[in-house]
């Protein structure tokens, strides 16, 4: 079976890797190494793939999606989205402000997280976000105490700890009993009847986020049955909800995996909150990886071959600050080299980076025909890959490029050595 995963946007033509219409090595010898390469096409057929079930053939629009923008927040895929009718989630005043400056608007943005902090809650209530998505009674407590000081109402949902297991990396599970997220399952009337008495927050709905890179849909059935029927423990209350967000985390295919189409995904629970009786409700979708994380690739060079003595390292020029899944999760991304290689034999090699730690690596036990200067693709990388980079080792981080057809586009210049510690100053004598 390939290790390498069916994708929209790139392709092999001429035995060359190309996004769209151009080929990497083009890009590579125009913008360098590493660098992150989108396509919009891509892209936009992702978000089009989401909106084919949230849009009804007559036009009726019964769910939105709201993207999960901490998987990529460069404000050329934000703008992009924006203009295809997108909202937000989002996790910080700094998320809302590329918002606001990609030309999204902010009463189609939720603001989900643990830790809104009074700036930030000022920051959202200014700005009109649709719905603050609320995980505590003291986060509850001080929203109410903000909006009162603003003379506002806030509008708000509680999250749901509904107790599901996602099936997926414990790091990135997020609805089960031990983890810091949401409100435990049997504590969310009595919070809501809590919210209910707040003066300056309005109820309007309720969320669920149970994880990510789910690759089956059973969690979500259950997750979403667990909310259906609080909603109508809530509804006899007199608690009326309007909107239910199920959150996001539909997973994507980094090699073999096999997840649920997205259009088929959201279709199925669209139809089951019908067929529940709950077509009334307006429903939130919050993904972040399904719309973008096929859509792009790093692209790196490699600088050296070293022979080891138990393995063979393939040394390339990008490494963990650049895309750190490897390293945080012991992801798998398929690499591949950009144009095939005849002169070289295959060998298997860990793909690794030129920082100073043994976790820095990319790829394990891959078998490729290169050399040095040769280019690679690590693909599936468009999700948690730029977002998650640092600058660990004084490294710039990478230039970013958005393909469409036959044109490439800068969308964020590589970062230079100097403006890395331009804010920092040394002690006077
Ligand atoms: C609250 C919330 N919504 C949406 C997402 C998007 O998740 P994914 O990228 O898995 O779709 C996340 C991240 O897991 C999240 O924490
Ligand atoms: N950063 C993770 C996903 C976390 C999702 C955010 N709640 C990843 O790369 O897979």
């Known amino acids: 079976m390939s290790l390498i995963p069916s994708l929209n946007g790139f392709c092999i033509k001429d035995q060359e890797w190309h996004a769209e219409n151009v080929p990497l090595s083009a890009i590579a010898q ?76 902010a009463n189609k943005v939720v603001f989900s997280g643990v830790g809104k902090s009074t700036e930030e809650m000022t920051a959202a209530l200014k700005a009109g976000v649709k719905c603050f998505n609320l995980e505590s009674i003291p986060e509850l407590t001080r929203l109410n105490s903000v909006a009162g000081s603003l003379g506002v109402k806030a509008p708000i949902s509680l999250r749901v700890n509904p107790d ?83 959150g996001g985390g539909l997973g994507i295919s980094y090699t073999n995996e096999t997840p649920p189409a997205i259009t ?58 650049d895309l750190m899944r490897p390293a945080m999760y ?37 078998s490729l025909a290169v050399e040095p200067g040769d280019q690679l693709a690590i693909l599936s990388a468009g999700a948690y890959g730029f977002t998650m980079s640092s600058n660990y080792n004084t490294r710039g981080r990478a230039a970013e490029v958005m393909v469409d057809g036959s044109q490439v586009h800068l969308i964020r210049a590589r970062e230079t050595i100097e403006s890395l510690f331009a804010n920092e100053k040394v002690l006077p004598d």
């Not at 009804?56 to 895929?77: C, D, F, Q, T, W």
């Open 30 to 105: 125009k913008f360098g190494t590493p660098t992150y390469v989108y396509s919009k096409q891509a892209l936009s057929d992702a978000f089009n793939s989401y909106e084919a079930a949230c849009v009804r053939p007559n036009g009726e629009r019964r769910a939105r999606v709201h993207y999960a923008m901490k998987a990529n927040s460069n404000l050329a895929i934000l703008n992009l989205f924006a203009k295809l009718g997108a909202g937000f989630d989002i996790v910080s005043a700094g998320e809302l402000a590329r918002v606001l400056a990609a030309g999204g608007s």
């Open 264 to 321: 088929e995904f959201a279709n199925t629970l669209l139809n089951h909150i019908e067929s529940k009786g709950f077509g009334h409700l307006e429903v939130l979708f919050e993904p972040g990886r399904s719309l973008v994380g096929n859509a792009g690739l790093l692209l790196t060079t490699i600088e050296y071959l070293k022979p080891g003595e138990t393995k063979n390292f393939c040394i390339v020029d990008a490494a963990m600050n």
């Open 164 to 246: 599901v297991d996602p099936k997926t990396h414990p790091y990135i599970s997020t609805g089960l009993k031990g983890n810091k997220f949401g409100i435990a399952y049997d504590d969310v009337i009595k919070t809501y009847q809590e919210a209910a008495k707040m003066p300056h927050c309005q109820i309007v709905g309720i969320d669920c986020h149970i994880g990510s890179q789910i690759t089956e849909i059973s969690p979500y059935m259950d997750a979403l049955d667990r909310v259906l029927d609080l909603i109508k423990q809530l509804d006899a209350c007199g608690i009326k909800i309007h909107h239910l967000d199920i």
């Open 330 to 366: 012991e992801a798998f991304h398929a690499i591949v080299p950009v144009k095939s290689n005849s002169n070289a034999p295959a060998v298997t090699y860990d793909i690794v980076g030129p920082i100073c730690e043994s976790g820095d690596w990319l790829g394990r036990d891959r």
